[in-house]
């Protein structure tokens, strides 16, 4: 995962040999929840210990989406340090976002496994787990609970969030909105009429056949072409600006130690 | 959102049967009208439409074919009389007393793109009646508003408002078995007969809004991720409405779909219940048993249960052999398929008689609703996107755009211009193609992988980037610069010293 990666399936700018599995195919009823952890500052997020996400370009990014109309509401969760900063730049509609710790705060991890050394989980994913296990697909509970994840006694970091861009109230939103999987039906009421005995069918645009000659295999390595190949005839290209500014040197090295008098014997 | 103007024209000829011409005519027939209706989306989105009525008499032909027996056979004998091009309306108006029309219809709606009117007293009335058919026939406001539905404003649209296929290339339908309980079932299905006999004559009259392809599968021990609950007065299984959304997630992980094709995929799931949740009846908001024992989702497909009659004798060796019953099954998917579509029938008013498309699965003028929906919504899409992509190029002052975006945003201008000329024409077919070319390209261009925002840093990231690299490096190449321009001046003063 790079950011580039990352923007590419947000924006939708993919090569078009991109498989289905790896695009977003999303459209403007499609709910989207990205949540994002790791280490963090002020207004980055760290990919893979080498790369930095900035909130200008996942804003940018989030902008693209809604000029495409690729979501309907987007929810933000992310757990790093000073997280609050990521979505200060969000400019688009329908995005809710929360944050871990605001700015100028860390966040802090939870359980430290002696045994392996490491700690295993951020505090506050660990309580936003916990409040989620208690979601069913049914339940009716709604953002303002999200909200309250976490405070500053179990987390240390305050927690924020932001709705300003949200078209509806907090209050309204339900949970199972973004995290359940509950589809929106229809019950089907009608029927079509079909006459049960008919024959097959005779499509109005019969599909052209395309006379096409046996296929088979190429040969997957052409030994005899290889070897009675004769050396293949390079064109001649003047020499590169690396190999001149070389001898540029050498030869101005050249002339100033020995006195540029030893040139009219040279030429 | 960019602003839209649009303008859709409907030819139509409505054609007044013996005894039908009503007293109050402002001139004598034949005689031609047009009457405008704006349709305004939002403050930069509008749609005229503009009906261009063309009032006649029949001919001795259509006279004849009007003294058929019902209004199927009128309709069928007028049919090879009318211009068929799409987009056009033809309506045949009756007298009041005429016995063409059962009692209590007022409206009998052919299958391909004509309509036999019962004759009301005076001009107005009439007209009043034949625009009611004709936005039955062709769009009304609320289904153009739908085809826009990403520029009406937050709010006016209700959540529950209609969430039809978007215009597309091309569509993947996947048809599904899903066995849950192999040990008490062998399931058959002639799911290539059926698709060949039923589904292809659809797909052939529909083949004029997208390329659609078919596949099929069978699922074994695949569970609907509800447990039904069982239902004492009826002694079978029941699956309540507001469970059902609950449904469908479980089972997608399974479905798979084709890596290749970006088409959205229509899934069509046929559940037979496990022996022991059988019979599994699903049942609406009031509780009462759903007859096509189906439903549907928006944008994603629809599922049907199909219960196995219980063996005769209770020792029956299992497992059971089920032949399915493909045209039921295909009656309820053919139906499904057309809901997602947005061909519903039951907006229609009640004097309304529609005759049934049949085997062909929808109307001449049901297709041409699709093709109008689709070629507004296309136009508004190639809109927004090219205006977005505008405003992308604006922001970005150093974005390179390559030869072939450019070429395909040219081609994308020159398509949606030909297809609002051709729809304020009144073709309403070349306007979609025209409209189908414009999306393509615009998607090509917008979505071209070398606009990423990402590769193209604004200038102050440069400058913040390459001065401390090069800021050290190049303070002592200034100050030897200076010491030698300070030097050849010295020079330069000296031979006028020297002397």
Known sequence: VTVENFLRVLTGRIPPSTPRSKRLLSDDRSNILIYMTGHGGNGFLKFQDSEEITNVELADAFEQMWQKRRYNELLFIIDTCQGASMYERFYSPNIMALASSQVGEDSLSHQPDLGIGVHLMDRYTFYVLEFLEEIHPASQTNMNDLFQVCPKSLCVSTPGHRTDLFQRDPQNVLITDFFGSVRKVEITAETLSLDRHVAAFESKFPEEELATEPLKYAEQLPVAQIIHQKPKQKDWHPPGGFILGLWALIIMVFFKTYGIKHMKHVF | ?499
């Open chain 2, 1 to 499: 959102a960019a602003p839209v103007q649009v303008r859709l024209v409907v030819p139509i000829t409505v054609v007044f049967g013996p005894g039908s011409v009503p007293r109050d005519l402002p001139r004598p027939l034949p005689f031609r009208d047009v009457q405008e209706v704006e349709i305004s989306v939002n403050l930069r989105t509008s749609v005229m439409s503009r009906y261009e009525m063309h009032y006649r008499r029949t001919t001795g032909q259509e006279e004849a074919a009007l003294a058929a027996a019902t209004a199927r056979e009128a309709d069928a004998a007028l049919h090879p009389l009318q211009d068929t091009t799409m987009g056009s309306l033809t309506m045949y108006v009756v007298s009041e007393t005429s016995s063409l029309l059962p009692q209590g219809i007022s409206v009998y709606v052919g299958k391909h793109r004509s309509a036999l009117v019962r004759a009301v007293g005076s001009l107005a009335a009439l007209q009043a009646r034949l625009r009611e058919v004709t936005q039955v026939m062709s769009f009304t406001a609320s289904s153009i508003a739908t085809a826009l539905s990403d520029r009406v404003p937050n709010g006016q649209l209700s959540p529950d408002a209609r969430r039809y296929l978007k215009s597309s290339l091309g569509y993947e339908i996947t048809f599904s078995l899903l066995n849950p309980d192999p040990k008490s079932h062998t399931v058959d299905w002639d799911i290539e007969g059926a698709v060949n006999r039923y589904v292809k004559p659809v797909l052939d009259k529909l083949s004029l809004v997208a390329n659609f392809s078919v596949d099929s599968q069978i699922l074994y021990y695949a569970v609907l991720g509800v447990t039904p609950r069982y239902n004492k007065e009826s002694s079978s299984f029941l699956l309540s409405a507001h469970s059902l959304p609950h449904v469908i997630n479980p089972v997608e992980a399974r479905l798979g779909s084709s890596a290749a094709s970006l088409y959205p995929v229509l899934n069509f799931l046929l559940y037979v219940p496990e022996r022991s949740h059988s019979p599994l009846y699903i049942h609406d908001k009031d509780g009462a048993p759903v007859s096509t024992n189906a439903f549907h989702s928006p944008r994603w497909g629809g599922i049907m249960v199909y219960n196995v009659e219980a063996p005769v004798s209770s020792q029956a060796s299992l497992p059971l052999h089920v032949d399915v019953d493909m045209t039921r099954v295909m009656e309820v998917f053919l139906a499904q398929l057309r809901l997602l579509f947005g061909l519903s029938q039951e907006e229609v008013p009640s004097e309304f008689l529609l005759e049934s498309p049949g085997n062909e699965g929808l109307a001449d003028w049901e297709l041409d609703h699709l093709l109008w929906a689709h070629t507004v919504e296309n136009i508004a899409t190639v809109s927004t996107t090219l205006t977005s992509l505008a405003q992308l190029l604006d922001k970005i002052g150093n974005i390179v755009i390559k030869d072939d975006v450019a070429s395909e945003v040219y081609r994308a201008v020159a398509s949606v211009q030909s297809a609002v000329t051709k729809l304020s024409l009144g073709h309403l077919h070349a306007a979609f193609q025209a409209s189908k070319e414009a999306v393509t390209s615009s998607e090509r261009a917008f979505f071209d992988p070398s606009l990423l925002h990402l590769l193209y840093f604004p200038d102050d990231q440069k400058f913040a980037i390459y001065i401390p690299l090069f800021l050290p490096m190049a303070v002592p190449i200034l100050l030897s610069l200076a010491k030698i321009v300070r030097e050849t001046r010295l020079r330069k003063k000296e031979p006028t010293k020297m002397d």
